[in-house]
């Protein structure tokens, strides 16, 4: 039981960051962020980590859009 709900879990997260991954490159970055960085405030370890690692793959692809500079702030609140 407990290992259906850890892969449940992990499924579920790898459903948010295809979701994210395809917001963003429809050009909707603000639900996209948003998406990740609930994730980010709710979740703890790997899971946290996974999330912060694929915010910054955004950051990083999206550079200069104005909604890097506002996801980038709410994420370094939420990790601090």
Same mark, same amino acid.
């Given at each position: 039981?407990? *290992?259906?709900? *850890? +892969?449940?879990? /992990?499924?579920? $997260?790898? %459903?948010?960051? $295809?979701?994210? %991954? @395809?917001?963003?490159?429809?050009? =909707?970055?603000?639900?996209?962020?948003?998406? *990740? &960085?609930?994730? !980010? #405030?709710? !979740? #703890?370890?790997?899971?946290? /980590?996974? +999330?912060? =690692?694929? &915010?910054? /793959? !955004?950051?990083?692809?999206? /550079?200069?859009?104005? @909604? #890097?500079?506002?996801?980038?702030?709410?994420?370094?609140?939420?990790?601090?």
């Amino acid at each position: 039981e407990m *290992l259906r709900s *850890l +892969v449940g879990s /992990e499924m579920c $997260i790898r %459903d948010r960051l $295809i979701a994210a %991954d @395809e917001e963003a490159a429809q050009g =909707n970055l603000p639900a996209a962020f948003s998406r *990740l &960085l609930a994730q !980010l #405030v709710r !979740l #703890v370890g790997d899971d946290k /980590e996974t +999330v912060k =690692n694929r &915010l910054i /793959e !955004l950051f990083s692809a999206f /550079e200069g859009a104005p @909604e #890097v500079d506002e996801a980038r702030r709410k994420m370094a609140n939420a990790l601090f």
